[in-house]
Nanobody, 125 residues
Framework: VQLQASGGGVVQAGGSLRLSCAAS????????MGWFRQAPGKEREFVAA????????RYAEFEKGRFTISRDNAKNTMYLQLTSLEPDDTAVYYC???????????????????WGQGTLVTVSS
């Protein structure tokens, strides 16, 4: 299984970015996916998760409606639209695929078994 995250960059506070995660090596449409992030000196934290069909989603409380997770099963790709970015959003963003097929979106790190390499988002003030 391979996950390739992309779309990070440097943006000013209030700006937007769209992250992508391309997956291969597993029947993408059967597995939930998630985004996590890790800021310098901090532990990795949950950002958002989406179910296998794309109709069920969960978000971390900190995102306050600013982020939108989505997926295109025909393209084996998941997305994370980031808007109204704040300096505290600066982090490496990782995508991950769930260990087990089907199921509901989950926030637990241990429920994911493959991770992308991460894409860096830097928000300047």
């Amino acid at each position: 299984v391979q996950l390739q995250a992309s779309g990070g960059g440097v943006v000013q506070a209030g700006g937007s970015l769209r992250l992508s995660c391309a997956a291969s090596g597993r029947t993408f449409s059967r597995f939930g996916m998630g985004w996590f992030r890790q800021a310098p000196g901090k532990e990795r934290e949950f950002v958002a998760a989406i179910g296998w069909a794309g109709d069920r989603k969960r978000y971390a409380e900190f995102e306050k409606g600013r982020f939108t997770i989505s997926r295109d099963n025909a393209k084996n790709t998941m997305y994370l639209q980031l808007t109204s970015l704040e300096p505290d959003d600066t982090a490496v963003y990782y995508c991950a695929i769930r260990r087990d097929p089907w199921g509901v979106p989950t926030t637990r790190y241990s429920d994911y078994d493959y991770w992308g390499q991460g894409t860096l988002v830097t928000v300047s003030s």
